[in-house]
């Protein structure tokens, strides 16, 4: 008797075409609308992106930008904070905030039938805040903990001793995003609401993802905007990596019985890369090869065939205003030397021998099944409209590049990373214990 206990196996089919949603893109007063059509979609997906992020703030007040964003829903001239909550609660909202080095975005999915409402909120909170004393002081002091709390964890020290290593502690850009413990517990309201005076009160850019046919683009835009002047975003000359010939730093923590490992080196942003010849493309499907997946290289050796970690990642981030090839894992303490050894051997063999064919269309086929399942919901679409915005991507991006995904060979993806990735610029930052590992790392000879 046949055993009917298990469904046949769908048979495997070729890496399908995909096309991005119809963007349409208009300015409204002295802002930039660009929006995504979903037909039939039940979420709208509203974000206004700002141009102020940790780049702008003060000396000595690092983190006054995520600080400044997430204030912005903490009580406003018509609402107190609770009061904001509930309305976003009661329109069946999800509220947001991000803060990069150069922007601010706050972002909203509703359902479309609110969508006039959830535009009325994001104004609300852009334009009226109200950072009373109370609120900023709550705030502040909830973060500072938070700071202090993430901090004896691991991870952010060996993220912050990486980029020191990389541009230099006395720089912004050396330093993380969010600030550190030290540097929050010097914010105020006075600084808060000098940064939003400074940096949030413009126009801007409201990005919308949902269904067209059922929201008035042009009324959204005017509620959002009012009458907020043009975005004037200044000039700045693009921070430039150090040139050290130490490329060892580590963030001792006595004790510690793992290790953190962050490995990387500086990358130009993405028009940058492109300018010179670097097929992004291509790029990506190598560096996921490489590290950028549970199967790539690098999660094989140091996970599968060591048992040096749970995990281990690497991959690049082609931001602004400067990229980042990077490397992350955590590790048991009486590896630390050999993973970062191991690590290094990989990427350089990876260099030397490339790509196999069989890597390649693995990796093909999981990325080209990966971008029409992850652009499933109107956030996600609305994501790729930040991308966009923030590296000045033409409007078909996405669907040009899932096409160039599914054609491009084996010889373009081994030179993309070649082309792409410096084993003679990476610097390694370890979080660990010091008097344990110190003495291997250093026999290492970075």
């Given at each position: 008797?046949?055993?009917?206990?298990?469904?046949?196996?769908?048979?495997?089919?070729?890496?399908?075409?995909?096309?991005?949603?119809?963007?349409?893109?208009?300015?409204?007063?002295?802002?930039?609308?660009?929006?995504?059509?979903?037909?039939?979609?039940?979420?709208?997906?509203?974000?206004?992106?700002?141009?102020?992020?940790?780049?702008?703030?003060?000396?000595?007040?690092?983190?006054?930008?995520?600080?400044?964003?997430?204030?912005?829903?903490?009580?406003?001239?018509?609402?107190?904070?609770?009061?904001?909550?509930?309305?976003?609660?009661?329109?069946?909202?999800?509220?947001?905030?991000?803060?990069?080095?150069?922007?601010?975005?706050?972002?909203?999915?509703?359902?479309?039938?609110?969508?006039?409402?959830?535009?009325?909120?994001?104004?609300?909170?852009?334009?009226?805040?109200?950072?009373?004393?109370?609120?900023?002081?709550?705030?502040?002091?909830?973060?500072?903990?938070?700071?202090?709390?993430?901090?004896?964890?691991?991870?952010?020290?060996?993220?912050?001793?990486?980029?020191?290593?990389?541009?230099?502690?006395?720089?912004?850009?050396?330093?993380?995003?969010?600030?550190?413990?030290?540097?929050?517990?010097?914010?105020?309201?006075?600084?808060?609401?000098?940064?939003?005076?400074?940096?949030?009160?413009?126009?801007?850019?409201?990005?919308?993802?949902?269904?067209?046919?059922?929201?008035?683009?042009?009324?959204?835009?005017?509620?959002?905007?009012?009458?907020?002047?043009?975005?004037?975003?200044?000039?700045?000359?693009?921070?430039?990596?150090?040139?050290?010939?130490?490329?060892?730093?580590?963030?001792?923590?006595?004790?510690?019985?793992?290790?953190?490992?962050?490995?990387?080196?500086?990358?130009?942003?993405?028009?940058?890369?492109?300018?010179?010849?670097?097929?992004?493309?291509?790029?990506?499907?190598?560096?996921?090869?490489?590290?950028?997946?549970?199967?790539?290289?690098?999660?094989h050796e140091l996970r599968e065939v060591k048992g040096y970690t749970y995990g281990a990642h690497a991959g690049f981030d082609f931001g602004r205003p400067r990229g980042l090839f990077s490397f992350s894992a955590e590790v048991r303490t009486d590896a630390t030397a050999a993973a970062v050894a191991d690590t290094l051997r990989v990427i350089d063999e990876f260099l030397d021998g490339g790509a196999?064919?069989?890597?390649?269309?693995?990796?093909?086929?999981?990325?080209?099944?990966?971008?029409?399942?992850?652009?499933?919901?109107?956030?996600?679409?609305?994501?790729?409209?930040?991308?966009?915005?923030?590296?000045g991507l033409p409007e078909d991006y996405v669907t040009v590049e899932h096409a160039r995904l599914l054609e491009v060979t084996l010889d373009e993806v081994n030179a993309a990373v070649r082309a792409a990735l410096h084993p003679a610029d990476l610097v390694v930052a370890v979080e660990g214990d010091s008097s344990v590992v110190g003495a291997d790392l250093e026999a290492l000879g970075l």
């Amino acid at each position: 008797m046949a055993d009917t206990s298990l469904a046949p196996r769908p048979a495997a089919v070729l890496p399908q075409p995909y096309v991005f949603p119809q963007v349409r893109s208009t300015t409204v007063g002295a802002g930039r609308v660009l929006a995504a059509h979903l037909p039939g979609q039940p979420i709208a997906w509203l974000s206004v992106l700002l141009d102020g992020g940790a780049l702008g703030e003060p000396e000595g007040l690092d983190g006054l930008a995520r600080a400044t964003a997430g204030l912005l829903d903490e009580g406003t001239l018509k609402r107190s904070a609770d009061e904001f909550g509930t309305a976003v609660e009661t329109l069946g909202g999800n509220w947001s905030v991000d803060t990069s080095w150069e922007t601010t975005r706050l972002s909203l999915d509703l359902p479309t039938r609110e969508a006039v409402a959830g535009a009325e909120l994001l104004a609300e909170a852009v334009r009226t805040p109200a950072f009373t004393d109370a609120d900023v002081e709550r705030y502040l002091s909830d973060l500072v903990a938070a700071k202090r709390e993430a901090f004896a964890r691991p991870g952010p020290r060996a993220q912050a001793a990486l980029r020191a290593a990389l541009y230099g502690a006395e720089k912004r850009f050396g330093r993380l995003a969010g600030g550190s413990p030290e540097t929050v517990v010097s914010l105020n309201a006075e600084a808060v609401r000098a940064f939003h005076a400074t940096w949030l009160r413009h126009a801007g850019t409201l990005l919308i993802a949902g269904d067209l046919d059922e929201l008035d683009v042009e009324a959204l835009a005017r509620t959002v905007f009012g009458d907020f002047p043009e975005s004037v975003q200044p000039q700045r000359p693009a921070p430039v990596p150090l040139s050290v010939a130490h490329r060892l730093a580590i963030a001792d923590r006595p004790g510690a019985v793992q290790s953190t490992l962050r490995i990387g080196h500086s990358t130009p942003t993405r028009a940058k890369v492109a300018e010179h010849g670097i097929d992004v493309v291509a790029l990506r499907l190598g560096s996921t090869i490489l590290g950028g997946s549970f199967t790539s290289r690098i999660n094989h050796e140091l996970r599968e065939v060591k048992g040096y970690t749970y995990g281990a990642h690497a991959g690049f981030d082609f931001g602004r205003p400067r990229g980042l090839f990077s490397f992350s894992a955590e590790v048991r303490t009486d590896a630390t030397a050999a993973a970062v050894a191991d690590t290094l051997r990989v990427i350089d063999e990876f260099l030397d021998g490339g790509a196999t064919e069989a890597e390649l269309d693995k990796t093909r086929a999981y990325l080209a099944g990966a971008t029409p399942i992850g652009l499933q919901t109107a956030g996600a679409v609305g994501s790729r409209l930040v991308e966009m915005v923030r590296h000045g991507l033409p409007e078909d991006y996405v669907t040009v590049e899932h096409a160039r995904l599914l054609e491009v060979t084996l010889d373009e993806v081994n030179a993309a990373v070649r082309a792409a990735l410096h084993p003679a610029d990476l610097v390694v930052a370890v979080e660990g214990d010091s008097s344990v590992v110190g003495a291997d790392l250093e026999a290492l000879g970075l």
